[in-house]
C-alpha cells in the first residue's frame, strides 16, 4: 500500500487540533486504546452521542460540528473522520448523491416538495487491517432508529433517514467490517475525496439562494424538531406508506427525546 500519511492530516474542517476534540479523545482515553477499539470507540460516540439532526451547513467544521451536538451524513462524517484520523486512523471521504425520498417523514412534506431530486451525500472510509473499510452506519442515533424500527418492523424500507433492505437488522454497529444505513438510496457516486474541504468545494446542495436561505433559517429547524419527535416515538406517517399492523401505537417517551 502507497504511503498514507497525507490521509493523516488536519485541514480546516478536520480542525482535530481544537481543545474540545482534544478533550474528549484525552478524557475518554482512547488513545490508550488497541486500533480496533480505537475505531470503534469515535464511531459510538459519532453515531450516538451525537445526535441525527441537520446542521446550518455541510462545510463546517468538526469542532463545529461537537459543539452542536448533532449532524447528518456530512457533517457526522467530518467529525468522525477528524476523530480518526487525530486517533492514527488513515481515512477519507467518498461523495454520492441520495434520492431524496430516503428523507420523505424525517422533511415535513412542504419541505419534501421544494428540496431537490438529489441531495449531497457522504460516507467514510477508513484503511485498517490491510483494506479500506466503509463507514456509514453512524448517520442515525440508536435512539432514533430504534423508533423507526419499532414503527415500521422489519424489511426494507427508504425513507425517514433510512435506506436498508432489512430494517430489523441495519449493519450499524463496528465490528471491522463496513456500516450502511443508507446505502439502498444512492443516486450517483461523485468518487473520492481526501478531505471534506475538497469534496465541499466541488459539490455542493442544489438548493440555490432562496432555498438555502430558507433551509438555513426555516426548513431545518422544522426537520430537527421532527428528529426530535421520531426519537422520543411519535413517528408521523407519510401519506400512502402502510405501516405492520400494530406497529403504529403511540410510543412517545419510550426513546431519548434531546438534542438536534
Not at 217 to 230: E, Q
Request: proline share 6%; charged share 20%; with cysteine.
Amino acid at each position: 500500500m502507497s504511503d498514507l500519511t497525507h490521509l493523516l492530516q488536519p485541514s480546516p474542517l478536520l480542525d482535530f487540533g481544537a481543545p474540545a476534540i482534544r478533550d474528549v479523545i484525552a478524557r475518554r482515553g482512547w488513545m490508550d486504546l488497541p486500533m480496533d477499539q480505537r475505531i470503534g470507540a469515535a464511531y459510538d460516540f459519532t453515531r450516538d452521542e451525537i445526535l441525527f439532526g441537520y446542521n446550518r451547513a455541510d462545510g463546517i467544521a468538526a469542532s463545529d460540528v461537537l459543539a452542536d451536538g448533532y449532524g447528518q451524513c456530512n457533517t457526522k462524517g467530518v467529525l468522525l473522520m477528524a476523530l480518526l484520523r487525530a486517533l492514527g486512523v488513515p481515512c477519507r471521504m467518498h461523495g454520492f448523491t441520495i434520492h431524496k425520498g430516503l428523507q420523505r417523514g424525517v422533511m415535513p412534506e412542504l419541505a419534501y416538495a421544494l428540496s431537490p431530486p438529489e441531495i449531497l451525500h457522504s460516507w467514510v472510509e477508513l484503511y485498517h487491517g490491510g483494506r479500506w473499510i466503509t463507514l456509514e452506519g453512524f448517520i442515525l442515533d440508536m435512539p432514533y432508529l430504534q423508533a423507526v424500527q419499532r414503527a415500521f418492523g422489519r424489511g426494507p424500507l427508504c425513507a425517514y433517514g433510512v435506506g436498508t433492505e432489512a430494517l430489523e437488522a441495519p449493519q450499524v454497529d463496528w465490528c471491522g467490517t463496513d456500516t450502511y444505513i443508507q446505502k439502498t438510496g444512492i443516486a450517483r457516486d461523485l468518487g473520492l475525496f481526501d478531505t471534506p474541504d475538497a469534496m465541499f468545494s466541488q459539490h455542493d446542495q442544489a438548493l440555490g439562494p432562496l432555498r438555502r436561505l430558507l433551509y438555513t433559517y426555516g426548513m431545518r429547524h422544522w426537520m430537527n424538531a421532527r428528529a426530535r419527535a421520531i426519537r422520543g416515538g411519535r413517528v408521523p406517517g407519510i401519506a400512502g406508506m402502510a405501516r405492520p399492523a400494530g406497529s403504529n401505537r403511540a410510543t412517545a417517551g419510550k426513546g431519548a427525546n434531546h438534542g438536534a
